[in-house]
């Protein structure tokens, strides 16, 4: 029978090989790098014997390898058509559905997997990740404390359960993993990076942008890395430096809609308001579910001293639209929707929602909290200023710090 396909593809193709020996030649140049190359032979596989598996999981790993995800995994769903027991299939596929953020999907092919191979703690790893990811803290910290209980220094399971332990809250047991992952992978940038991002969370600044140095020292061109030093320098106050850094990072992710809405952020408040409202118009049509994007450009709408881009019903819709999306968990946004009414002359609402404000942050009398309710009881909007010398005010759900620099 192989010898009729082998004959077969020769009188087709004028071929000398048969499609195991052109997947095993793909093979050979997608281990040397030569994903291009690789691609067209799997390709020549694919069309001289599709119902052979390999050469479309292959295939797939070349063009994951390409950065084409949803291609790969159209080649994975083949492969598992034609053998559905195939754990790598199931695997691979569910790596290319993480790297889109597909975690819903990316949980299920690594359930699956670790179904027909529940003693491939990598596997279990895997889904550690999905799981976090989609918020399932609690099946996180089993899957990667099963791993850690084989292999306790692991330092990519001990990355996955440190976010478990941080989506519980547990912060002090979290930052003990972060650190210990970091020494245990000799300081490789992924656990770099995770440990820069809790680091931030916990406002220990700081050590997160050394860190994001450590990372861009090792790799500069990580846009991950100079995304974070951005966005810590934006919460420092160092606008000037945080427009650069992420603008690196836009540069080589143009699709970073947090290195965006930050840099959008930083342009308003250095009162660039062109540049400003492209980054913040851009963020929040390319991604209409990011609520800190809607909030920062409501924030434009209602206060920006430039009345060309103001607009008091625009800042309503969509600072309403952001807190609902956090389902009101986060009281300084109340003073973004406040804002809004003031500058549609709504002065009621906007001391409503102020008077809230105030009273969840526990907003002494003399801060920007308060001084804001008595210009709106004055019947007055807010305007956002930022001169130099002064103290400067972040867009509400950021830090107050001083003095601005130039």
């Not at 919460?235 to 965006?260: Q, T, V, W």
Request: proline content about 4%.
């Amino acid at each position: 029978m192989l010898g009729q396909l082998e004959n077969w593809v020769r009188e087709s193709f004028g071929w000398g090989a048969n499609p195991a020996d052109v997947n095993k030649r793909g093979v050979e140049l997608f281990e040397q790098h030569r994903y291009q190359e690789a691609l067209a032979e799997f390709d020549r596989a694919i069309a001289a014997a599709p119902y052979f598996a390999w050469p479309w999981l292959n295939r797939g790993g070349c063009r994951a390898m390409l950065g084409d995800n949803q291609a790969a995994i159209a080649d994975y769903t083949r492969a598992i058509d034609l053998n559905p027991q195939w754990v790598t299939a199931y695997n691979t596929r569910g790596l290319a559905y993480y790297e889109l953020r597909q975690h819903a999907a990316a949980y299920a092919d690594f359930e699956q997997a670790i179904a027909l191979n529940p003693q491939d703690m990598a596997l279990v790893v895997n889904r550690a990740a999905a799981a976090v990811g989609l918020g399932r803290f609690d099946q996180a910290l089993a899957d990667a404390t099963l791993v850690l209980s084989r292999d306790p220094g692991q330092a990519v399971a001990l990355m996955h359960r440190s976010s478990a332990l941080a989506g519980l809250g547990r912060f002090d047991l979290s930052m003990a993993d972060a650190d210990e992952a970091v020494i245990k992978s000799g300081y490789a940038v992924p656990q770099l990076l995770h440990r820069a991002g809790l680091l931030q969370r916990l406002d220990r600044l700081r050590e997160a942008a050394a860190d994001a140095e450590r990372i861009l020292a090792q790799e500069p061109n990580h846009a991950g890395a100079w995304q974070i030093l951005g966005t810590i320098r934006y919460f420092a106050g160092d606008l000037h430096k945080a427009i650069s850094d992420l603008s690196e990072c836009l540069s080589r992710a143009p699709g970073d809609m947090l290195a965006l809405n930050n840099r959008g952020a930083a342009y308003f408040l250095l009162g660039q308001y062109a540049a400003a409202d492209a980054d913040l118009r851009t963020a929040v049509e390319r991604a209409p579910t990011f609520a800190s994007a809607k909030k920062n450009l409501a924030w434009m709408r209602a206060t920006c001293p430039d009345n060309q881009y103001r607009n008091g019903d625009e800042a309503v819709s969509l600072a309403t639209q952001a807190i609902e999306m956090i389902r009101g968990d986060q009281p300084a946004w109340l003073e973004v929707l406040a804002a809004a009414y003031a500058e549609k002359g709504e002065f009621a609402a906007a001391i409503q929602w102020q008077q809230k404000a105030l009273d969840e942050l526990g907003a002494l009398g003399d801060s920007p909290t308060a001084r804001r309710l008595r210009l709106y009881q004055s019947n007055e909007p807010f305007r956002h200023t930022c001169a130099s010398g002064e103290p400067l005010e972040l867009i509400p759900g950021g830090r107050v710090v001083s003095p601005l620099r130039e």
